[in-house]
């Protein structure tokens, strides 16, 4: 196979571009796609890195030709050290495996019955927050979603330690984020304060998660939830169950997986909505005249098509899980090129959601663009928040569930507004958060009685 690269931005000679990546992820994404194209080459030290901006491409790697590839050793070598190793990063044959076993805790029916906890625990955060508190939501959101998982996936409640976890999640996220694109890494065992406060982060999870395990097989119950499926799963082809050290990494997969990102969706979802004030119109009055006052459940989300596209919307400009990275396990051809094995695949979400070429004006936050049969308007893989192939969000139906009914909850009772004088900056690291926060003012909103009750039956 003779080497032959896509253009690319000028390399430097050690680092390559891991520097210009570092610092400034998603405006260097957009600058190599509008510069370069549908696929662009650059170095991140000695390894060649791919960037793809083209929807076939994208569903080549993710869907069409899945077995070509692994998930990329850098995140791997870096999560697996917090999160162990569970569907997120495990591989083939194992990897299969475990899918099938964490699948039916997601089939729909089973999901239906989350609505409820989902519902509940919105109105609870709710009967905390009155008019004229300032809050960060993006804060209020993390709490509210760990809640949600811990309850519906392991039916345990974190309340206590919402904020401990929080902040050790955050602090985990922050350090493998950076260490990513850190062309040096010093030995694990090392006690610099960053590998300290890595292991702090990792244990206060552990005890976390080992709880909820140790509390369960004491009990001996069989709930019905996530947790009961993985300590009951027996493997059909080799017998015998999950040992603890798989059900514990699992489990914690699930729990920063399943709460992290819908919690970041919501937060940019009420940013957004307070700004475009017209678009929080529309949203009010579907939600007055389906809910007609009362708080929403399963049963009203076929109903809610607005409050559908106001998420799927927020979730183009700010998605969540905002790159997803691949290893190229063989050698191949993309587009043209030769890729050799051991390269890296950099798929970026947030480029293609903003890429003029599918997307009218794509920085503009419009809804509307969601409205029914949009698939046949826009590319597949131009729009993938939940990325694809055999290796899709196991949770994509459990988050918009989710995010329909906290949004549709909070956004029934509260108006906010952003409180003046803060700078909102996305943060790309693992997942899109806001760096800072996103402090709102509330007001408690009028209730209205829709005279005509139910317009969606
Ligand atoms: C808005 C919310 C969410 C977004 C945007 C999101 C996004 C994603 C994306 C893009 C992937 C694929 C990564 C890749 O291919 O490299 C993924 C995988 C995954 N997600 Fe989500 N996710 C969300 C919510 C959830 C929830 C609620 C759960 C669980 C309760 C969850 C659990 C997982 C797991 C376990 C995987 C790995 C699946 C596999 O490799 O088989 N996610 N998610």
């Known amino acids: 196979m003779k080497n032959r690269y896509p253009p690319g931005p000028k390399q430097f000679l050690l680092l390559g571009s891991l520097r210009q990546f570092a610092n400034h992820r998603l405006e260097f994404m957009i600058a190599n796609r509008d510069q370069f194209g549908d696929i662009v080459h650059f170095r991140f030290g000695p390894r060649h890195i791919y960037q793809i901006n083209d929807p076939e491409m994208i569903q080549y790697v993710l869907a069409k030709h899945p077995e070509q590839f692994h998930k990329s050793p850098a995140l791997k070598r870096n999560t697996r050290q917090v999160i162990g190793q569970g569907l997120l990063t495990s591989e083939d044959e194992f990897h299969k495996r475990q899918r099938r076993l964490v699948q039916p805790a997601f089939y729909h029916k089973r999901i239906a019955a989350y609505g409820d906890v989902m519902v509940d625990y919105s109105a609870q955060m709710l009967e905390g927050w009155h008019t004229d508190d300032q809050l960060d939501v993006a804060h209020e959101m993390m709490k509210l979603t760990m809640r949600i998982v811990a309850k519906t996936l392991f039916d345990a409640d974190v309340s206590g330690d919402a904020d401990s976890i929080g902040e050790a999640i955050t602090m985990g996220i922050e350090t493998v984020g950076r260490r990513i694109t850190q062309p040096i890494h010093l030995p694990d065992w090392l006690p610099t304060p960053q590998n300290r406060e890595r292991k702090q982060a990792a244990a206060l999870l552990e005890q976390t998660i080992t709880r909820m395990i140790d509390e369960r097989r004491a009990s001996g119950e069989d709930k019905g939830d996530l947790l009961s499926m993985l300590l009951m799963a027996v493997d059909e082809e080799q017998g015998g169950g999950m040992s603890n050290k798989q059900v514990r990494d699992e489990a914690m997969t699930l729990f920063i997986a399943g709460h992290e990102t819908t919690a970041n969706a919501l937060a940019w979802t009420l940013y957004l909505l307070a700004q475009h004030p017209e678009v929080e119109t529309r949203l009010v009055e579907e939600l007055q005249s389906v809910l007609d ?8 989300l076929l109903c809610l098509p607005y409050t559908e596209m106001v998420i799927k919307e927020s979730m183009r400009l700010y998605p969540p899980a905002w790159v997803t990275t691949r290893e190229v396990i063989e050698d191949i051809e993309l587009g043209s090129y030769p890729i ?20 009218n004006e794509p920085d503009q936050f419009r809804p509307e663009r969601f409205a029914s049969g949009w698939e046949d308007r826009v590319p597949k893989y131009a729009y993938f928040p939940f990325g694809g192939g055999p290796r899709v969000c196991v949770g994509n139906q459990f988050a918009m569930m989710e995010a329909k009914l906290v949004l549709a909850t909070i956004i029934s009772r509260f108006q906010m507004k952003l409180v003046p004088g803060q700078q909102i900056v996305p943060d790309p690291l693992i997942t899109l958060r806001p760096r800072d926060g996103i402090f709102m003012r509330l007001a408690a909103r009028e209730a209205v009685t829709d005279p005509l009750g139910a317009i969606c039956n």
């Not at 050799?340 to 997307?359: E, L």
Request: aromatic content about 14%; proline content about 7%; glycine content about 8%.
């Open 293 to 300: 006052g009362r708080l929403p459940a399963f049963a009203d």
């Open 340 to 359: 050799r094995k051991g390269s890296i695949i950099i798929m970026s979400i947030y480029t293609m959601h903003r890429d003029p070429r599918y997307w």
